[in-house]
Structure formats: C-alpha cells, structure tokens
C-alpha cells in the first residue's frame, strides 16, 4: 500500500505543469510539460525580460516556483547569513526572507558559496538544506515550522545537494562530508524515519582526497524508488525502508550530477573528465556485470546534470561543450563548444527541455537555447549581462533564472 501511495503522489507531483517544486522541475530530470516558451531574449536590451531584481549577494541555486510565488537560497557573507526568499512571480517584488546566522566553521570553494542547494516545495511547505547550520522548514508566509539537525558537513568545495519531496517524505543527500549519508524526513515534522550512510571506500580513494565525494540529489521513481550516484556507482533504493535494491560499478570517485532516467535506462555520469555508464533497471544485487550496458571511461569535466528527450541525453559540460549521446548504445552523436559574447564559456547549469528545446546558462552570462536532437541546432544565444551558475526554472510560460547580482524574469511578449 506504502509503494502504491507514493507511486500516486509522484505522478501527482509531476501533473503540475505551471509549479517548479525542486531544482530539476516537476518530473525531477530537467524535461518540462509547458509549451511557447520564448527562445530569445536580452537582459542588457531588455528585451522580453518581465523584471528583474537585484540579490545581496552571489548564489549559486535555482529558484523553485510554486501558484505565483518563487522561492531561492540565499547567502550573505558579511552576516554570516543563510535564507530562503520568497518573490511575487509577476513582479518580482521581495515578500519576505527568513533564515538564520550561522558562525561556524565551514569549508567551502571561492566558486561555490554557502546555501547552493536549491528549495523543494510541495505547494504547503519549503524546505531547504542549509549544510552545517541544518534542514528547515517553513509555511507560505516565511514562518518556520521546524528545523532538523543533520551535523556537519564538511568538503573542501563546500556543499551542493538539494532536498527532495515526494509524498509525505523529504530526502536529503547530507554530503559530501566524512559522514555521507542519505536521509529521510516526515515532511510534515522534520523526523527521520531512516538514513542509508555511504562509507567512504578507503582501498580506492584517489591520490588527491579531495576528488572524491558526491552531489548528486535523489532521484524519485514510479514503484516507490529512487535513484542515487554515489563515488564508484549508481544505485536503486526502497524510498520507504532505504533498502538498497541494485548497484551498478562504474563511475569515478567524484560525482557532481544526478541520474535520469528514460526507457527503462539510467544514465549516471562522473565528474572531473570521469567515466559516464548506462544501466537497465531492475536485477538486486551487484548488477554490473548483468545490466550495465555501456561505460565511457573518460569524459569531459561535468558539474551540471543532463536531461533525456527521444532516446538522447543532452548535457553541457563544464568546459563549455554541449553533447548529444545516444542513451542505448552511449554513441555520441555530436559534440559541440558553445560561444557567446561572454570571456568564460565555463558550465555548471544544468539541461532543461521543452518542446525539444534545450535551455542552458553559462558561467559568462550566455543564455543558449538548442534542440534536442542528433543533428545539432543552436537556435538562439541570449545575454544575461552577468554570471549565471544556476539552471532556469519555468513557470506559467516564463523562465526564471538566478544570476549572481539579480533573479531575472523572462518572458514572450
């Protein structure tokens, strides 16, 4: 009964088009139900740009958005301050920010700076990972309901993961750090109803400790699963019990991006020019040598996470290079650099598809919309006249995306 419910509230989750309730959307893999998104836009000519607003500081996660309202973390360095804000969808006006002031020490890379991972929403509640300083929950109206202490978390390149909520139940990836683990949460209270610890395997760390954790998000599916990239392997397990079902071998011991999943496939990829595998779900056990059916084992460097649409994952790595890889047999079908106006064709935002078009920001600024298919199009490149490290968000037919000074609203006119 507990896999059919949650098999039920997943597929409610995804029929709301117009919401974005988590960093990869609806469906939790980057692809998008709306239609007539605009493909051209410009921030410095201010064409299609609804609005935009300007931030206190950098920051590196995506807004979530939920009936008009949208929702990011943010991070104030000069007051130690960790918050989630909540905007008005159609005029970007601030209506409030709660959060909390957190001293303590926590490492963290000069490009990634603290509260990076993204909200979750389920229309009642957000809630939001604020790493060292704790999991919150708050209502509509900024008030929090409770706030659960997971301990430190602690990596040289700081935190990353986002909070997943399907059913009654929130995840969290609480890493990378010496005590990795997975966790489950009574969304409602902040109780743990279990935790799944990933040990760090000691007789495979790499020569440099550092290159070796991972970021990845869970990642819910029908049957009451989810899907999870660890150091070495992606995996399956029970969401109710944390039971691990599979595990398939394969990946390097740094991983930034999360699985997706299409036709019976799972595509987990490896970061820092790492390995890339596909596997088909199902099996128990150890299922590599069964159902892995293809293995790059070298890659561009890959921070941002890919999407699926018509047998083709679509990516756009860190060095600016956009790929169209066959999900079946791992052929890549092209390979493409990316420029735009922008100095750095650096990449950490990652795929979202609609209609066939993918949507992507680079690190300089450059907006690219390009179609998802094996024969390359680059359909428009769009400037957003600052650094964008975060994914687009898409609500009501508008994209939201976060740059480091502003929270920009686009949208067809």
Not at 231 to 238: G, S
Request: glycine share 10%; with cysteine; hydrophobic share 35%.
């Amino acid at each position: 009964m507990k896999l059919f419910v949650f098999s039920v509230l997943l597929t409610a989750l995804t029929a709301h088009a117009a919401n974005w309730p988590a960093w990869r959307g609806p469906h939790h893999d980057g692809t998008c139900d709306e239609t007539g998104l605009p493909t051209t836009w410009s921030v410095p000519e201010k064409k299609n740009i609804a609005w935009s607003v300007e931030l206190p500081d950098r920051g590196n996660s995506t807004p979530v958005v939920w009936a008009g309202k949208v929702f990011i973390t943010q991070f104030i360095a000069k007051e130690n301050r960790r918050e989630l804000r909540c905007f008005d969808a159609k005029s970007g006006t601030l209506l409030w920010a709660s959060g909390v002031t957190f001293t303590d020490k926590e490492p963290t890379h000069e490009t990634n700076p603290h509260c990076s991972g993204s909200p979750t929403t389920d229309g009642e509640r957000v809630i939001v990972s604020f790493a060292s300083a704790g999991v919150y929950c708050y209502d509509f109206a900024g008030k929090e309901l409770w706030h659960r202490d997971l301990g430190p978390q602690h990596h040289i390149w700081g935190g990353g993961p986002s909070p997943v909520i399907v059913g009654d139940t929130c995840f969290l990836n609480h890493g990378p750090s010496k005590s990795t683990r997975l966790v489950a949460m009574d969304k409602k209270t902040g109780k743990v109803l279990w935790e799944r610890a990933e040990p760090i395997r000691t007789d495979s760390l790499p020569s440099n400790p550092d290159f070796y954790g991972s970021w990845s998000d869970p990642v819910p599916i029908a049957g009451g699963r989810l899907l999870m990239s660890w150091p070495f392997r992606v995996c399956e397990i029970e969401a109710n019990t944390g039971k691990e079902v599979w595990t398939c071998e394969g990946l390097n011991p740094l991983v930034y991006t999360s699985p997706v999943l299409s036709e019976g496939i799972v595509v987990s990829m490896g970061g820092f020019s790492g390995k890339a595998l596909a596997v088909k779900v199902g099996g128990s056990g150890d299922v590599t040598a069964t159902h892995r059916i293809w293995q790059q084992p070298k890659s561009p460097q890959r921070i941002a996470s890919g999407a699926i649409f018509a047998g083709h994952l679509y990516i756009l790595n860190d060095p600016g290079i956009a790929q169209c890889i066959d999900i079946k047999t791992g052929e890549e079908k092209w390979s493409q650099r990316l420029k735009g106006g922008a100095a750095s064709g650096q990449n950490w935002s990652s795929v979202v598809i609609s209609e066939g078009n993918c949507y992507a920001v680079n690190q300089g600024g450059d907006a690219f919309v390009f179609k998802a298919s094996p024969t390359f199009e680059l359909l428009a490149t769009n400037p957003m006249g600052e650094k964008v490290i975060a994914s687009v968000a898409v609500s009501d037919g508008r994209l939201f995306i976060r740059g480091h000074r502003h929270l920009f609203c686009v949208e067809a006119k």
